[in-house]
């Protein structure tokens, strides 16, 4: 009977351990959207395509992957504040010239998005563009999400 018992109670305990790194790993979609031009993500450039964002559970980690599951990306980001909540989810790319970099990632009923830090191309474009005489600002692009 001792060994009945002892075998459930290890049996119900791997279960639960499987069940949490299950649950874990599990990614949360925050979006999707239909990205009309190429754009880049730190180092890597993505075609113009539909798209789904995720939330991998880890702080400030998300993925973002094409729906022809071509292009899977996991970048970082940082927390950034909205005056008010906006009521629809959102993408917002930095502009220079004909290049688009991620900017910021906003859902739908949140004041806090993420935003994609600069990468290293972009900054060598900003410095590019410094040493040109012309300005260095981007322009925003925003595209509607789901």
């Known amino acids: 009977m001792k060994k ?9 305990g791997l279960l639960m351990t499987l069940t949490v790194v299950f649950v874990s790993g599990q ?16 180092q890597k450039t993505l075609p113009a395509g539909k798209y789904e964002i995720y939330h991998n559970g880890r702080p400030n980690a998300l993925v973002i992957r094409s729906m022809d599951c071509r292009v899977n990306v996991m970048f970082l980001t940082n927390s950034v504040q909205a005056k008010r909540a906006l009521a629809e989810a959102q993408l917002v790319f930095r502009r220079y010239g004909d290049q688009y970099f991620l900017g910021q990632l906003w859902s739908p009923g949140d004041d806090v998005g993420h935003e994609s830090p600069q990468s290293r191309r972009e900054r060598e474009l900003i410095n590019e563009k410094h040493l040109a005489q012309r300005a260095a600002e981007p322009e ?4 509607a999400a789901q």
């Open 4 to 12: 009945q018992v002892l075998s459930f109670v290890a049996m119900v």
């Open 27 to 42: 990614q949360t979609r925050l979006m999707t959207a239909t990205i009309p031009f190429d754009f880049t993500i730190g």
């Open 140 to 143: 925003f692009v925003y595209i």
